[in-house]
């Protein structure tokens, strides 16, 4: 499925059928067939209506992107993009290509995608939409596979040959050749490119070949295919990946067949449904945040304080008890322990923050929620002064690089920080304020 028409836009971004829409800044005009599939998926099963809100407009009928980034196919060959709402606050391409690389770095952190290169350097060069990024990272994953060699496999097979090879088949001889006996019913093995991952590689290449708009990814997908041309498709992905044989040797299969799991089994963590199973390639932006400064921080906290540990999830306080059991479970993103005790309580906010407006524009229920952390998660010993820090992280951005201290008014003395987190393809790093308590 080939593009016809491409659509950039960021997070809570809208499109419309709307002939208005292209007067308006913030609205992208898809065609009518488009713009029905994609309301069609809004209005129906509840994984979908994830993705998209109907919502009204200076009196235009619009649908929001939510909080995921990627892309989007139509059955018309319309694809949106949508990408990180951090590349907001620069210029328009500035912008694209720094939201971009970001999602990119972050995704690393992600189950499933941790062979992600962030070659942001070439992706800005190349202004290469997400999904051609994704598709060129495949295909030279597999280049590199060639030039190293494809791994070949005995296989088995039996044939009615004019002479003998292998072994006999007696059973099939007397029941086939009873009358030519001049032919010969043979098992034998033959050292073929025919392995389960090879036919893995071959079935993923047909795919994106279909897929990529690039000169440049078209040719080496065309000259990729005819190398695995005598390697028969996998008809079962499932069967064949619990077939594939890891170890020595097969250590430059890794990158490829990772790429395949994700090719083959529908691109992305969330797809859309519905009748026309229009391809999609789409990320929840709070859940890759989170992970990707999870990871961040385990690393940080692993050279600077082994001491320390980091929980993520973490679980077992309520806010409130009914009938002897807790209601309402209070489940922090990050939780740093020592020795069993609870040092810090960390939870990630994807949201956009400008630390010039009053009160950082920060969410009254988002202090709640951390109040309540504090409360339950951060119990002060009597022979401590104060209490632990609560700290919220956001992500950096132009009007947000120092973290802001808000003290709660509370007898235990527990500190609330909001810090920014710098998202960078060399290195990242959390901007803590250096008075917090590990």
Same mark, same amino acid.
């Given at each position: ?9 960021? #997070? ?51 649908? =929001? ?15 949106? #993009? ?15 290509? =720094? ?190 945040? #989170? ?19 980091? #929980? ?89 690089? =120092? ?36």
């Amino acid at each position: 499925m080939k593009a016809k028409k491409e659509i950039t836009l960021f #997070e809570f971004g809208f499109v419309a059928k709307d002939d208005r829409a292209e007067a308006h800044s913030r609205v992208q005009k898809v065609s009518a067939s488009s713009y029905d599939y994609l309301k069609r998926m809004c209005l129906g099963d509840e994984s979908d209506r994830k993705l998209l809100k109907l919502r009204s407009l200076d009196g235009m009928e619009v649908l =929001q992107v939510q909080n995921y980034a990627g892309v989007i196919f139509t059955p018309d060959k319309t694809q949106i #993009e949508v990408l990180p709402k951090i590349g907001k606050s620069t210029n328009e391409e500035e912008g694209e290509d =720094q939201a971009r690389a970001s999602l990119l770095t972050m995704l690393r952190a992600l189950k499933g995608f941790s062979h992600i290169q962030t070659a942001s350097a070439n992706i800005t060069h190349q202004k290469m939409p997400l999904l051609e990024v994704f598709i060129g990272q495949f295909l030279h994953s597999v280049n590199t596979l060639v030039k190293r060699g494809l791994r070949s496999d005995y296989v088995r097979r039996e044939d009615n040959l004019a002479y003998l090879k292998g072994k006999l088949n007696v059973g099939k001889q007397l029941r086939h050749n009873f009358i030519n006996k001049h032919k010969f019913y043979c098992e034998y093995d033959e050292f073929l490119l025919d392995r389960p991952a090879n036919r893995l590689i071959h079935s993923a290449l047909l795919n994106v070949k279909s897929l990529a708009r690039s000169a440049a990814n078209q040719k080496l997908a065309q000259e990729l295919a005819f190398v695995f041309h005598e390697v028969p498709k996998s008809h079962d992905h499932k069967s064949d990946f619990s077939k594939v044989k890891s170890g020595r040797g097969m250590n430059h299969y890794d990158v490829p067949l990772q790429w395949c799991q994700l090719i083959l089994n529908g691109y992305s963590p969330q797809t859309m449904k519905g009748e026309h199973h229009a391809i999609s390639l789409l990320f929840p932006m709070e859940k890759v945040f #989170e992970d990707y400064v999870a990871k961040i921080i385990k690393a940080e906290l692993a050279q600077s304080h082994p001491t320390l540990q980091l #929980e993520t999830q973490a679980t077992g306080e309520h806010l409130a008890r009914y009938q002897q059991k807790g209601k309402f479970s209070l489940r922090p993103d990050l939780l740093i322990k020592h020795d069993k005790r609870n040092v810090a309580v960390l939870d990630t906010k994807w949201k956009l923050l400008d630390s010039k407006i009053s009160n950082a524009n920060l969410s009254q229920s988002d202090v709640y929620q951390m109040f309540a952390y504090a409360k339950k998660y951060l119990k002060r010993n009597a022979d401590e002064q104060h209490g632990n820090d609560v700290v919220l992280i956001y992500p950096m951005q132009a009007n947000f690089t =120092q973290a802001l201290p808000i003290f709660f008014d509370l007898d235990d003395g527990h500190k609330l920080w909001i810090t920014p987190f710098e998202i960078n393809s060399d290195k990242s790093k959390w901007h803590k304020p250096e008075t917090l308590a590990f």
